[in-house]
Protein backbone atom coordinates (compact mmCIF):
# COMPACT_ATOMS: atom_id res chain seq x y z
CA UNK A 1 0.00 0.00 0.00
CA UNK A 2 1.00 3.38 -0.74
CA UNK A 3 1.64 5.96 2.06
CA UNK A 4 -0.82 8.71 2.32
CA UNK A 5 0.85 11.72 3.30
CA UNK A 6 -0.39 15.54 3.59
CA UNK A 7 1.59 18.11 1.41
CA UNK A 8 3.05 19.84 4.08
CA UNK A 9 4.60 16.67 5.33
CA UNK A 10 6.46 16.65 1.04
CA UNK A 11 9.81 17.11 2.40
CA UNK A 12 10.01 14.06 4.33
CA UNK A 13 9.21 11.33 1.17
CA UNK A 14 11.76 13.34 -1.32
CA UNK A 15 12.06 10.65 -4.07
CA UNK A 16 9.17 8.08 -2.38
CA UNK A 17 6.10 6.82 -4.19
CA UNK A 18 2.98 8.71 -2.20
CA UNK A 19 -0.46 9.42 -2.29
CA UNK A 20 -2.11 13.28 -2.13
CA UNK A 21 -6.15 13.20 -1.14
CA UNK A 22 -6.37 16.82 -2.06
CA UNK A 23 -8.33 19.21 -5.14
CA UNK A 24 -7.02 20.94 -7.65
CA UNK A 25 -6.81 24.73 -7.51
CA UNK A 26 -6.00 25.60 -10.97
CA UNK A 27 -4.34 23.83 -14.43
CA UNK A 28 -2.14 24.32 -17.54
CA UNK A 29 -1.80 21.71 -20.21
CA UNK A 30 0.20 21.60 -23.51
CA UNK A 31 0.70 18.23 -26.08
CA UNK A 32 3.19 16.39 -23.54
CA UNK A 33 2.82 17.94 -20.29
CA UNK A 34 0.23 18.92 -17.89
CA UNK A 35 1.08 21.38 -14.70
CA UNK A 36 -2.39 20.62 -11.71
CA UNK A 37 -1.86 23.39 -8.64
CA UNK A 38 -2.95 21.04 -5.63
CA UNK A 39 -4.23 21.34 -2.43
CA UNK A 40 -4.83 19.44 0.32
CA UNK A 41 -5.66 21.76 3.29
CA UNK A 42 -1.99 21.53 4.88
CA UNK A 43 -0.20 23.40 1.97
CA UNK A 44 -0.56 24.12 -2.18
CA UNK A 45 2.12 22.71 -4.39
CA UNK A 46 2.15 21.38 -7.88
CA UNK A 47 1.68 18.09 -9.65
CA UNK A 48 3.27 17.60 -12.68
CA UNK A 49 1.71 14.58 -15.43
CA UNK A 50 4.31 14.35 -18.23
CA UNK A 51 2.43 12.27 -21.23
CA UNK A 52 4.94 10.09 -22.43
CA UNK A 53 5.25 8.51 -18.24
CA UNK A 54 1.58 7.61 -17.39
CA UNK A 55 -1.39 6.15 -19.74
CA UNK A 56 -3.28 7.28 -22.26
CA UNK A 57 -6.26 7.31 -19.93
CA UNK A 58 -4.65 9.66 -16.85
CA UNK A 59 -3.26 11.92 -18.90
CA UNK A 60 -6.44 12.70 -20.91
CA UNK A 61 -8.55 12.55 -17.04
CA UNK A 62 -5.64 15.11 -16.40
CA UNK A 63 -6.05 17.74 -19.12
CA UNK A 64 -9.96 17.49 -18.43
CA UNK A 65 -9.92 18.43 -14.91
CA UNK A 66 -11.66 21.06 -13.94
CA UNK A 67 -11.24 23.71 -10.68
CA UNK A 68 -12.06 22.01 -7.31
CA UNK A 69 -12.48 18.67 -8.21
CA UNK A 70 -11.12 16.08 -5.51
CA UNK A 71 -8.67 13.77 -6.35
CA UNK A 72 -6.36 10.84 -5.27
CA UNK A 73 -3.17 11.47 -6.45
CA UNK A 74 -0.30 8.45 -6.94
CA UNK A 75 3.03 9.72 -7.54
CA UNK A 76 6.86 10.64 -6.76
CA UNK A 77 7.35 13.52 -4.24
CA UNK A 78 10.17 15.72 -6.24
CA UNK A 79 12.30 18.61 -4.72
CA UNK A 80 11.68 22.47 -6.75
CA UNK A 81 13.34 24.96 -6.65
CA UNK A 82 11.66 27.32 -8.83
CA UNK A 83 8.71 26.98 -6.25
CA UNK A 84 8.43 28.79 -3.07
CA UNK A 85 7.00 25.91 -1.57
CA UNK A 86 10.12 23.53 -2.40
CA UNK A 87 8.72 20.30 -3.80
CA UNK A 88 6.55 18.93 -6.24
CA UNK A 89 4.52 15.22 -7.16
CA UNK A 90 5.55 13.70 -10.43
CA UNK A 91 2.58 12.30 -10.98
CA UNK A 92 2.25 8.65 -12.14
CA UNK A 93 -1.62 7.85 -11.47
CA UNK A 94 -4.99 10.00 -10.56
CA UNK A 95 -8.41 9.19 -9.80
CA UNK A 96 -11.08 11.69 -9.48
CA UNK A 97 -13.01 11.32 -6.07
CA UNK A 98 -15.89 13.90 -7.02
CA UNK A 99 -15.71 15.93 -10.03
CA UNK A 100 -16.91 19.94 -9.88
CA UNK A 101 -18.02 22.65 -12.46
CA UNK A 102 -18.92 26.21 -12.92
CA UNK A 103 -16.35 26.75 -9.54
CA UNK A 104 -17.90 30.45 -8.88
CA UNK A 105 -14.35 31.75 -7.09
CA UNK A 106 -11.67 31.65 -10.64
CA UNK A 107 -8.42 32.94 -10.68
CA UNK A 108 -9.97 36.08 -11.85
CA UNK A 109 -10.52 39.13 -8.95
CA UNK A 110 -13.92 39.24 -7.64
CA UNK A 111 -15.26 41.94 -5.89
CA UNK A 112 -15.44 41.53 -1.87
CA UNK A 113 -19.25 41.22 -1.94
CA UNK A 114 -19.36 38.54 -4.03
CA UNK A 115 -16.34 37.16 -1.91
CA UNK A 116 -18.18 37.11 1.46
CA UNK A 117 -21.40 35.55 -0.44
CA UNK A 118 -19.05 32.75 -1.36
CA UNK A 119 -17.55 32.47 1.70
CA UNK A 120 -18.03 28.91 2.29
CA UNK A 121 -15.99 28.05 -0.92
CA UNK A 122 -13.82 31.19 -0.61
CA UNK A 123 -11.93 29.53 2.43
CA UNK A 124 -10.48 27.04 0.07
CA UNK A 125 -8.00 29.70 -1.20
CA UNK A 126 -4.72 30.21 -0.54
CA UNK A 127 -5.14 33.53 1.35
CA UNK A 128 -8.25 32.59 3.64
CA UNK A 129 -5.82 29.57 4.17
CA UNK A 130 -3.08 30.97 5.36
CA UNK A 131 -4.79 33.61 7.68
CA UNK A 132 -7.27 30.31 9.40
CA UNK A 133 -3.82 28.58 10.21
CA UNK A 134 -2.89 31.53 12.06
CA UNK A 135 -5.93 31.84 13.67
CA UNK A 136 -5.87 27.89 14.56
CA UNK A 137 -1.54 28.36 15.72
CA UNK A 138 -3.21 31.52 18.00
CA UNK A 139 -5.56 29.97 19.81
CA UNK A 140 -3.35 26.84 20.47
CA UNK A 141 -0.59 29.26 22.28
CA UNK A 142 -3.18 30.91 24.51
CA UNK A 143 -4.07 27.83 26.13
CA UNK A 144 -0.68 26.79 26.38
CA UNK A 145 0.41 30.29 27.09
CA UNK A 146 -2.51 30.49 29.63
CA UNK A 147 -1.78 27.14 31.29
CA UNK A 148 1.92 27.41 31.74
CA UNK A 149 0.94 30.94 33.49
CA UNK A 150 -1.30 29.21 35.66
CA UNK A 151 -4.55 29.94 34.82
CA UNK A 152 -7.41 27.53 34.06
CA UNK A 153 -9.79 27.74 30.81
CA UNK A 154 -13.11 28.48 32.82
CA UNK A 155 -16.47 28.47 29.90
CA UNK A 156 -19.01 31.75 30.67
CA UNK A 157 -21.83 31.58 29.44
CA UNK A 158 -23.07 32.80 26.02
CA UNK A 159 -26.79 33.51 27.29
CA UNK A 160 -26.68 35.87 30.27
CA UNK A 161 -29.35 38.39 32.38
CA UNK A 162 -26.33 41.04 32.32
CA UNK A 163 -24.64 43.73 30.08
CA UNK A 164 -21.42 44.30 31.54
CA UNK A 165 -20.20 46.56 28.29
CA UNK A 166 -22.98 48.76 27.86
CA UNK A 167 -26.67 48.21 27.35
CA UNK A 168 -26.98 49.89 24.09
CA UNK A 169 -25.35 47.02 21.80
CA UNK A 170 -27.18 44.22 23.03
CA UNK A 171 -29.26 41.05 21.05
CA UNK A 172 -31.58 40.38 22.70
CA UNK A 173 -33.94 37.10 22.38
CA UNK A 174 -36.76 35.08 24.10
CA UNK A 175 -36.07 32.98 27.19
CA UNK A 176 -39.05 31.16 27.91
CA UNK A 177 -40.67 34.00 29.80
CA UNK A 178 -37.76 36.35 30.51
CA UNK A 179 -35.70 38.07 28.38
CA UNK A 180 -32.58 37.04 27.47
CA UNK A 181 -29.32 38.78 25.93
CA UNK A 182 -26.04 37.04 23.94
CA UNK A 183 -22.87 37.42 25.87
CA UNK A 184 -20.86 41.04 24.93
CA UNK A 185 -17.75 39.59 27.69
CA UNK A 186 -17.43 37.40 29.72
CA UNK A 187 -15.43 38.97 32.47
CA UNK A 188 -18.23 38.86 35.07
CA UNK A 189 -18.17 35.72 35.00
CA UNK A 190 -14.21 35.51 34.96
CA UNK A 191 -14.28 37.47 37.58
CA UNK A 192 -16.73 35.16 39.74
CA UNK A 193 -13.64 32.81 38.58
CA UNK A 194 -10.62 34.56 39.47
CA UNK A 195 -12.21 34.67 42.86
CA UNK A 196 -12.74 30.85 43.27
CA UNK A 197 -9.51 29.60 41.16
CA UNK A 198 -7.34 32.68 41.72
CA UNK A 199 -6.74 32.41 37.89
CA UNK A 200 -8.64 31.78 34.86
CA UNK A 201 -9.10 32.54 31.35
CA UNK A 202 -12.35 32.67 28.95
CA UNK A 203 -12.67 32.04 25.67
CA UNK A 204 -15.48 32.27 23.75
CA UNK A 205 -17.92 34.31 21.00
CA UNK A 206 -19.28 37.19 22.09
CA UNK A 207 -21.76 39.45 20.32
CA UNK A 208 -22.27 43.39 20.30
CA UNK A 209 -25.31 45.10 18.13
CA UNK A 210 -22.76 47.25 16.21
CA UNK A 211 -24.62 49.02 13.91
CA UNK A 212 -21.01 50.98 12.75
CA UNK A 213 -19.51 49.48 9.32
CA UNK A 214 -16.05 50.11 10.04
CA UNK A 215 -12.97 47.14 9.05
CA UNK A 216 -12.63 46.98 13.01
CA UNK A 217 -16.28 45.66 14.00
CA UNK A 218 -17.73 42.83 13.91
CA UNK A 219 -21.47 41.92 15.49
CA UNK A 220 -20.05 38.46 16.56
CA UNK A 221 -16.53 37.90 17.27
CA UNK A 222 -14.60 35.64 20.32
CA UNK A 223 -12.64 37.51 23.12
CA UNK A 224 -10.24 35.93 25.32
CA UNK A 225 -10.37 37.33 28.83
CA UNK A 226 -8.02 36.86 31.72
CA UNK A 227 -8.90 37.36 35.13
CA UNK A 228 -6.58 37.44 38.21
CA UNK A 229 -7.00 37.65 41.71
CA UNK A 230 -4.81 39.49 44.14
CA UNK A 231 -3.44 41.63 41.11
CA UNK A 232 -2.78 45.19 40.52
CA UNK A 233 -2.45 46.86 37.15
CA UNK A 234 1.23 46.44 36.56
CA UNK A 235 1.11 42.90 36.92
CA UNK A 236 -1.74 42.58 34.29
CA UNK A 237 0.09 44.74 32.05
CA UNK A 238 2.86 42.36 31.77
CA UNK A 239 0.81 39.48 31.57
CA UNK A 240 -0.77 40.86 28.70
CA UNK A 241 2.37 41.93 26.71
CA UNK A 242 4.00 38.71 27.38
CA UNK A 243 1.15 37.04 26.00
CA UNK A 244 0.92 39.19 22.64
CA UNK A 245 4.80 38.71 22.31
CA UNK A 246 4.34 35.14 22.97
CA UNK A 247 1.53 34.88 20.51
CA UNK A 248 3.93 36.88 17.58
CA UNK A 249 6.94 34.79 18.50
CA UNK A 250 4.81 31.01 17.76
CA UNK A 251 2.97 32.58 14.67
CA UNK A 252 6.61 33.51 13.55
CA UNK A 253 7.98 30.11 14.58
CA UNK A 254 5.38 27.68 13.02
CA UNK A 255 3.50 29.63 10.62
CA UNK A 256 6.37 31.01 7.85
CA UNK A 257 5.04 29.07 5.24
CA UNK A 258 1.56 30.90 6.07
CA UNK A 259 2.94 34.46 6.61
CA UNK A 260 5.06 34.35 3.00
CA UNK A 261 1.55 33.30 1.69
CA UNK A 262 0.29 36.63 2.88
CA UNK A 263 3.42 38.25 1.91
CA UNK A 264 3.71 39.66 5.62
CA UNK A 265 7.28 41.62 6.58
CA UNK A 266 8.66 39.24 9.46
CA UNK A 267 11.41 41.44 10.40
CA UNK A 268 8.29 43.85 11.24
CA UNK A 269 6.77 41.20 13.17
CA UNK A 270 10.05 40.34 14.92
CA UNK A 271 10.17 43.85 16.80
CA UNK A 272 7.08 43.03 18.25
CA UNK A 273 8.56 40.28 20.39
CA UNK A 274 10.79 42.79 21.95
CA UNK A 275 9.21 43.64 25.60
CA UNK A 276 8.45 45.95 27.51
CA UNK A 277 5.98 47.72 25.49
CA UNK A 278 5.75 51.82 25.97
CA UNK A 279 3.19 52.69 28.14
CA UNK A 280 1.10 56.60 28.19
CA UNK A 281 -1.09 58.03 30.10
CA UNK A 282 -4.63 59.13 28.26
CA UNK A 283 -3.24 62.61 29.67
CA UNK A 284 -0.32 62.39 27.50
CA UNK A 285 -1.73 60.45 24.94
CA UNK A 286 -4.22 64.25 24.46
CA UNK A 287 -1.22 66.14 24.40
CA UNK A 288 0.32 64.36 22.08
CA UNK A 289 -2.82 64.48 19.62
CA UNK A 290 -2.89 68.11 20.53
CA UNK A 291 0.09 68.75 19.63
CA UNK A 292 -0.68 66.77 16.01
CA UNK A 293 -3.10 69.25 15.69
CA UNK A 294 -6.01 66.74 16.15
CA UNK A 295 -9.31 68.43 17.46
CA UNK A 296 -9.63 66.50 20.74
CA UNK A 297 -10.31 67.62 24.41
CA UNK A 298 -9.47 65.68 27.73
CA UNK A 299 -12.45 63.41 28.23
CA UNK A 300 -12.80 62.44 24.27
CA UNK A 301 -13.23 58.78 23.03
CA UNK A 302 -10.65 58.04 20.37
CA UNK A 303 -11.48 57.33 17.24
CA UNK A 304 -9.46 55.12 15.05
CA UNK A 305 -7.28 58.41 13.40
CA UNK A 306 -6.66 59.34 16.46
CA UNK A 307 -5.04 55.34 17.85
CA UNK A 308 -3.62 55.39 14.68
CA UNK A 309 -1.91 58.18 15.35
CA UNK A 310 -0.52 57.41 18.41
CA UNK A 311 0.40 53.83 17.47
CA UNK A 312 2.48 54.96 14.94
CA UNK A 313 5.14 57.37 17.27
CA UNK A 314 6.04 53.41 18.94
CA UNK A 315 7.43 50.90 17.22
CA UNK A 316 5.83 48.38 19.68
CA UNK A 317 2.17 48.07 20.75
CA UNK A 318 1.27 50.47 23.19
CA UNK A 319 -0.33 50.83 26.13
CA UNK A 320 -2.55 53.72 27.17
CA UNK A 321 -3.41 53.61 30.80
CA UNK A 322 -6.44 55.50 32.53
CA UNK A 323 -8.96 56.75 30.99
CA UNK A 324 -11.58 58.90 32.33
CA UNK A 325 -14.15 57.61 33.64
CA UNK A 326 -17.00 59.02 31.28
CA UNK A 327 -16.10 56.61 28.72
CA UNK A 328 -15.41 53.23 30.64
CA UNK A 329 -17.71 51.15 32.00
CA UNK A 330 -18.99 50.58 35.74
CA UNK A 331 -16.76 48.30 36.88
CA UNK A 332 -13.37 49.92 37.03
CA UNK A 333 -10.88 50.47 39.99
CA UNK A 334 -10.95 55.38 40.05
CA UNK A 335 -7.44 55.72 40.18
CA UNK A 336 -5.88 56.90 43.60
CA UNK A 337 -5.93 60.37 43.79
CA UNK A 338 -8.25 61.19 41.11
CA UNK A 339 -11.89 61.58 40.88
CA UNK A 340 -11.80 61.51 37.24
CA UNK A 341 -9.73 58.21 35.92
CA UNK A 342 -10.15 54.99 36.24
CA UNK A 343 -7.27 51.98 36.81
CA UNK A 344 -7.19 50.64 33.05
CA UNK A 345 -5.42 50.07 29.94
CA UNK A 346 -5.90 49.76 26.28
CA UNK A 347 -3.59 48.26 24.26
CA UNK A 348 -3.40 49.70 20.85
CA UNK A 349 -1.57 47.29 17.65
CA UNK A 350 1.13 49.22 15.39
CA UNK A 351 0.44 50.05 11.90
CA UNK A 352 -2.38 51.68 12.37
CA UNK A 353 -4.58 48.51 13.71
CA UNK A 354 -5.45 50.36 16.72
CA UNK A 355 -6.89 48.75 20.13
CA UNK A 356 -6.79 45.27 20.21
CA UNK A 357 -6.93 45.14 24.31
CA UNK A 358 -9.20 46.44 26.82
CA UNK A 359 -8.15 45.84 30.49
CA UNK A 360 -8.63 47.16 34.00
CA UNK A 361 -8.33 47.13 37.88
CA UNK A 362 -11.63 46.31 39.24
CA UNK A 363 -13.77 47.94 41.78
CA UNK A 364 -13.25 45.56 44.75
CA UNK A 365 -15.16 47.38 47.37
CA UNK A 366 -19.17 46.24 47.93
CA UNK A 367 -20.24 49.82 48.66
CA UNK A 368 -18.26 51.53 45.97
CA UNK A 369 -19.40 48.86 43.16
CA UNK A 370 -23.20 48.81 44.34
CA UNK A 371 -22.80 52.82 43.99
CA UNK A 372 -21.47 52.51 40.28
CA UNK A 373 -24.12 49.97 39.48
CA UNK A 374 -26.99 52.28 40.82
CA UNK A 375 -25.20 55.57 38.96
CA UNK A 376 -25.20 53.69 35.55
CA UNK A 377 -28.82 52.84 35.99
CA UNK A 378 -28.16 49.10 35.83
CA UNK A 379 -30.66 46.87 37.25
CA UNK A 380 -29.65 45.66 40.41
CA UNK A 381 -31.39 42.43 40.49
CA UNK A 382 -29.29 41.20 37.66
CA UNK A 383 -25.94 42.25 39.46
CA UNK A 384 -26.76 41.04 42.90
CA UNK A 385 -24.77 37.76 42.26
CA UNK A 386 -21.08 39.87 41.01
CA UNK A 387 -21.69 42.04 44.37
CA UNK A 388 -21.38 38.72 46.53
CA UNK A 389 -17.99 38.76 45.06
CA UNK A 390 -17.16 41.68 46.88
CA UNK A 391 -19.28 40.53 50.04
CA UNK A 392 -16.97 37.01 50.54
CA UNK A 393 -13.46 37.95 51.06
CA UNK A 394 -13.21 40.54 48.04
CA UNK A 395 -9.41 41.10 46.96
CA UNK A 396 -8.18 43.66 44.14
CA UNK A 397 -8.49 41.91 41.20
CA UNK A 398 -7.45 42.93 37.06
CA UNK A 399 -7.97 41.26 33.88
CA UNK A 400 -8.65 42.23 30.27
CA UNK A 401 -9.97 41.12 26.93
CA UNK A 402 -8.16 40.40 24.20
CA UNK A 403 -10.38 40.95 20.48
CA UNK A 404 -8.86 37.71 18.59
CA UNK A 405 -9.89 38.82 15.44
CA UNK A 406 -8.30 42.36 16.03
CA UNK A 407 -5.12 40.76 16.87
CA UNK A 408 -5.48 37.95 13.81
CA UNK A 409 -5.93 41.13 11.36
CA UNK A 410 -3.19 42.75 13.22
CA UNK A 411 -0.35 39.75 12.42
CA UNK A 412 -1.56 38.94 8.99
CA UNK A 413 -1.60 42.81 8.04
CA UNK A 414 -5.32 42.40 6.42
CA UNK A 415 -7.66 45.63 5.48
CA UNK A 416 -10.45 43.94 7.33
CA UNK A 417 -11.69 42.62 10.55
CA UNK A 418 -14.12 40.40 8.17
CA UNK A 419 -11.16 37.89 6.91
CA UNK A 420 -10.02 36.45 10.14
CA UNK A 421 -13.25 34.72 11.29
CA UNK A 422 -14.14 31.77 9.04
CA UNK A 423 -18.12 33.21 8.44
CA UNK A 424 -17.61 36.53 9.47
CA UNK A 425 -21.58 38.39 10.62
CA UNK A 426 -21.27 42.52 10.16
CA UNK A 427 -24.07 44.62 9.85
CA UNK A 428 -25.61 43.43 6.80
CA UNK A 429 -24.57 39.67 6.76
CA UNK A 430 -25.50 36.92 8.41
CA UNK A 431 -25.10 34.09 5.57
CA UNK A 432 -23.71 31.92 4.94
O1 LIG B 1 -12.70 46.87 25.20
P1 LIG B 1 -13.76 45.81 25.32
O2 LIG B 1 -15.16 46.19 25.11
O3 LIG B 1 -13.53 45.17 26.77
C1 LIG B 1 -14.29 44.19 27.33
O4 LIG B 1 -15.19 43.60 26.80
C2 LIG B 1 -13.83 43.82 28.71
N1 LIG B 1 -14.91 43.12 29.39
C3 LIG B 1 -12.59 42.98 28.63
C4 LIG B 1 -12.07 42.56 29.98
O5 LIG B 1 -11.52 43.39 30.69
N2 LIG B 1 -12.22 41.30 30.33
O6 LIG B 1 -13.42 44.64 24.31
C5 LIG B 1 -12.19 43.96 24.39
C6 LIG B 1 -11.59 43.78 23.02
C7 LIG B 1 -11.24 45.09 22.32
O7 LIG B 1 -10.01 45.58 22.75
C8 LIG B 1 -11.21 44.64 20.87
O8 LIG B 1 -9.99 43.98 20.59
C9 LIG B 1 -12.30 43.61 20.81
O9 LIG B 1 -12.52 43.16 22.14
N3 LIG B 1 -13.55 44.16 20.26
C10 LIG B 1 -14.06 43.84 19.06
N4 LIG B 1 -13.60 43.03 18.09
C11 LIG B 1 -14.35 42.90 16.97
N5 LIG B 1 -15.52 43.52 16.77
C12 LIG B 1 -16.03 44.34 17.72
N6 LIG B 1 -17.21 44.91 17.53
C13 LIG B 1 -15.28 44.53 18.93
N7 LIG B 1 -15.49 45.23 20.06
C14 LIG B 1 -14.43 44.99 20.87
MG1 LIG C 1 -12.42 48.78 24.64
Known amino acids: MTEIIRIKDAKDHV ?15 SGKIA ?32 QETSLSITGTIHEDTRSHFGYEIEVQDLKVV ?9 PKEHGIEFLLDHRHLWLRSSRQFAIQQIR ?62 GKVFTFGPVFRAEKSKTRRHLTEFWMIEPEMAF ?28 LTLLDRDIDQLRKYTQLPYPRIRYDKA ?11 KWGDDFGSPEETYLSDQFEQPVFVLNYPK ?10 EGRDDTYVCADMLAPEGYGEIIGGSEREWDYDKLQAAIEAKGLDMNEYGWYLDLRKYGSVPHAGFGLG ?10 LDHLREAIPFPRMLNRLKP
Open 15 to 29: DEVVQINGWLTDKRS
Open 35 to 66: FLQLRDGSAYFQGVVVKSAVSEEVFETAKTLR
Open 98 to 106: GDSGDYPIT
Open 136 to 197: NEMIRTTYEFFNQEGFIKMDSPILTGSAPEGTTELFQTKYFDEKAYLSQSGQLYAEAGAMAY
Open 231 to 258: THQEESLQVQERYIATLVQNVIDHCSYE
Open 286 to 296: IEMLQAADFDV
Open 326 to 335: AIKPFYMLPE
Open 404 to 413: LERAITWICH
